[in-house]
């Protein structure tokens, strides 16, 4: 059997040079080939842990525990959701429990067609006492938040694609380059060798479902606008892979459900209410009954000509809602709304550079505790002044 891959030409030299030492010395020779098989063992072991991928490392870790506990971020959106599914896929293979989670709400007509279509399984968290394993994987994220005890969670393992500086006890895998955390699990079923299949057919040991295929494709679509922004050539490969496995039917009922009617009334009081300065907008749409309206509004507004970031507000249940949008690049979102807020009592903001969000109490923006709180019209010169860099 030839040495080169065990250790190259290198290799190969030293045990000819060996096996001439061994015959001019017998005894020492011994000595040698022992030292030798040694050395080579050990680079055989060297290099079948360099070959082995990061996602059979991932199962491996899954396959030495008996449960895990899978966490979405609050409010999660497909790509979270389709990467809790690959978890899950994947540990079932592993022969270990798995329990989604997630806290927060899922509202985005999407989101709920998401778990709808793909007949998802998931479980609302208020608490940490309710995760069902200590084992916590978490995916799309990188630090537990949203419910009561979030703080005293350690993560077995991390996999995402935002920056931030969490990490897992045993694992973490965060590639702040791709456009999506979906494209890691895809990469992760490619390379344990997973096929994928007609969407008629029934998976097998070996197969990637086709749920999931389906999930981690909208996961991707979802977070780089149908592979417009954001992208890295990874997504790409990342959806020549899935296609094939992908139930298109399913794909098009996901991506075109049904739209509830206040969604277009929220959209059209952005439009309406809007507040152009030179390219920046705001808008304040009033009261809403879902909240997730005010994100899809901000989407809407940006698609304006002229307007490079944009920022709508709304109010639900005592709260203020902040969403904003941004393709210029002088303007960081998420650094925006963080700046615009960081004045009133309790509220909180961020988000990356093309989108953020950010939440105010309506009682702390009225006055309420140390601060004289801020009026909707202060809060607007702000904003604006925060897209114009002079916060």
């Given at each position: 059997m030839p040495l080169v891959a065990a250790g190259g030409d290198d290799l190969r030299a030293a045990v000819d040079t060996t096996a001439a030492f061994a015959l001019e010395n017998p005894l020492l020779g011994v000595l040698a080939v022992v030292v030798l098989a040694v050395v080579v063992s050990g680079a055989g072991w060297l290099a079948l842990r360099l070959r082995r991928s990061t996602g059979h490392r991932?199962?491996?870790?899954?396959?030495?525990?008996?449960?895990?506990?899978?966490?979405?971020?609050?409010?999660?959106?497909?790509?979270?959701?389709?990467?809790?599914?690959?978890?899950?896929?994947?540990?079932?293979?592993?022969?270990?429990?798995?329990?989604?989670?997630?806290?927060?709400q899922i509202r985005h007509q999407q989101n709920r067609a998401f778990e709808t279509v793909l007949d998802l399984d998931f479980e609302r968290l208020d608490d940490a006492s309710e995760l069902a394993a200590e084992d916590v994987?978490?995916?799309?994220?990188?630090?537990?938040?949203?419910?009561?005890?979030?703080?005293?969670?350690?993560?077995?393992?991390v996999i995402d694609h935002h920056p931030g500086g969490g990490t897992g006890r045993r694992f973490t895998d965060v590639r702040t380059d791709n456009g999506a955390c979906a494209t890691i699990f895809a990469e992760?079923?490619?390379?344990?060798?997973?096929?994928?299949?007609?969407?008629?057919?029934?998976?097998?040991?070996?197969?990637?479902?086709?749920?999931?295929?389906?999930?981690?494709?909208?996961?991707i679509q979802s977070d780089t606008k149908s592979l417009t922004k954001g992208c890295s050539p990874a997504e790409f490969e990342a959806a020549s892979y899935l296609y094939d496995g992908v139930d298109q039917d399913a794909l098009d009922r996901i991506a075109n459900p049904e739209v509830d009617a206040e969604i277009l009334e929220v959209k059209a009081r952005a439009i309406t209410n809007r507040d152009v300065r030179t390219a920046f907008a705001f808008s304040n749409v009033g009261t809403v009954n879902n909240a997730d309206a005010i994100p899809q509004a901000a989407d809407e507004l940006l698609r304006l000509e002229g307007v490079t970031a944009v920022v709508v507000a709304g109010e639900k249940e005592g709260t203020v809602h902040l969403s904003g949008r941004s393709r210029d690049d002088r303007v960081h979102m998420g650094k925006t709304l963080r700046g615009a807020v960081e004045d009133i009592p309790m509220a909180e903001a961020g988000g990356h550079a093309r989108m953020g969000g950010g939440q105010i109490s309506l009682e702390h923006m009225e006055g309420i505790g140390p601060s004289a709180g801020m009026t909707m019209p202060e809060l607007t010169d702000r904003l604006f002044d925060a897209m114009s860099g002079d916060l």
């Open positions: 991932f199962r491996r870790l899954l396959a030495s525990r008996d449960e895990i506990a899978v966490l979405m971020h609050p409010n999660p959106d497909p790509d979270a959701m389709s990467c809790a599914l690959a978890v899950d896929a994947i540990a079932d293979a592993a022969d270990t429990d798995a329990t989604m989670y997630y806290a927060g994987v978490l995916v799309d994220h990188n630090t537990p938040r949203g419910f009561s005890g979030a703080d005293g969670v350690e993560p077995l393992a992760y079923a490619q390379s344990m060798g997973w096929d994928t299949i007609d969407p008629d057919e029934e998976a097998g040991a070996g197969d990637l479902p086709t749920d999931v295929a389906t999930g981690l494709i909208h996961g």
